[in-house]
């Protein structure tokens, strides 16, 4: 079957750095997908990932290594806003994406 | 502004009862999709639609139905609604319809309540 492996939750301090991982195992791979939902609202697009490496937008980061079917989003300079969901999600060889159950970032002062 | 909307913004629902959800979008995406959201579960689609007049199953389409008889609508119809039913319904849309990127957008969700 088809698996997308993320943390349930996560706590961090406000000005720091988190990591968050997921694993997957799908049947095909064209690409993984970072989203970030607030509570009560959709998921909003925040990096693609289909080459290994690292893509970098602003305080936010996403890497990929095929091989390993892992992923991480690095979240840097963390602000109270961060505080939300972050969805994995990858899309399979019938171009369709699944998804992670998600991952609670929870942001302390 | 353009976007993706959602028609009811939540329901409460007796079983039985036909029910269906709207979604419309104006950025002209040839693909668009419906989800639906439990907690602690990954978002699980349940139809797609890759352009206008062509429908797809997707993951957990049994008890629900959708058209797509035109670009910009995407209804999503429970013909018999039951209490597993109950769930967030998220309508997306994507502009290329499953190659290249492909980003998906995602509309604000209707939360259903099936009693």
């Known amino acids: 079957g088809q698996n997308i492996d993320q943390p349930t939750e996560m706590t961090a301090t406000e000005g720091a750095i988190v990591q968050i991982n997921c694993t997957y195992q799908?049947?095909?791979?064209?690409?993984l997908f970072w989203y970030q939902q607030h509570a009560g609202e959709a998921p909003t697009f925040l990096s693609y990932?289909?080459l290994d490496g690292l893509e970098e937008k602003g305080r936010f980061s996403s890497f990929l290594s095929r091989s390993k079917g892992y992923s991480y989003l690095l979240l840097k300079e963390l602000q109270m806003k961060d505080s939300a969901s972050y969805l994995c999600a990858v899309r399979d060889s019938n171009y369709q994406l699944i998804w992670g159950a998600g991952t609670k970032l929870i942001i302390k002062p | 502004i353009a976007g993706i909307t959602q028609a009811p913004t939540s329901q409460i629902l007796a079983a039985g009862r036909r029910m269906t959800l709207r979604c419309t979008q104006d950025?002209?995406?040839?693909?668009m999709y419906w989800y639906r959201q439990d907690l602690g579960l990954g978002l699980r689609l349940i139809h797609y639609s890759n352009t206008a007049g062509t429908t797809g199953k997707g993951e957990v389409p049994d008890g629900y139905s959708v058209s797509r008889a035109n670009t910009d609508d995407f209804p999503l119809t429970l013909a018999s609604a039951v209490p597993s039913q109950t769930s967030v319904y998220f309508c997306?849309?994507?502009?290329?319809?499953?190659?290249?990127?492909?980003?998906?957008?995602f509309g604000p969700g209707t939360r259903l309540t099936v009693l």
């Open positions: 997306a849309s994507s502009d290329d319809g499953g190659t290249g990127t492909d980003t998906q957008y």
């Open positions: 799908t049947s095909g791979f064209n690409g």
């Open positions: 990932n289909v």
């Open positions: 950025m002209r995406h040839n693909a």
